[in-house]
């Protein structure tokens, strides 16, 4: 009886496997078949050049702290 169910459960787990599989490679090709529109390329320039910015503030205030609390 115990065989049998674990043979079972076996099966379910393989089969669970090979279709998050087959899921993956098909967004992939999805993925690849779709070229960038210029649009959304300047879209993409512009976010990642305001999340630079955002990020070269928040290193400068991080760098500033210790002399902050130093002061205080």
């Given at each position: 009886?115990?065989?049998?169910?674990?043979?079972?459960?076996?099966?379910?787990?393989?089969?669970?496997?090979?279709?998050?599989?087959?899921?993956?490679?098909?967004?992939?090709?999805?993925?690849?078949k779709k070229?960038?529109?210029?649009?959304?390329?300047?879209?993409?320039?512009?976010?990642?050049?305001?999340?630079?910015?955002?990020?070269?503030?928040?290193?400068?205030?991080?760098?500033?702290?210790?002399?902050?609390?130093?002061?205080?």
């Amino acid at each position: 009886m115990e065989d049998s169910s674990e043979e079972e459960l076996k099966d379910i787990i393989k089969s669970l496997q090979e279709g998050t599989k087959k899921k993956q490679t098909s967004q992939r090709s999805k993925i690849k078949k779709k070229p960038i529109k210029r649009k959304n390329r300047t879209n993409l320039r512009a976010i990642s050049l305001q999340l630079n910015l955002k990020h070269r503030k928040l290193r400068h205030r991080l760098s500033n702290l210790p002399q902050i609390l130093c002061t205080n």
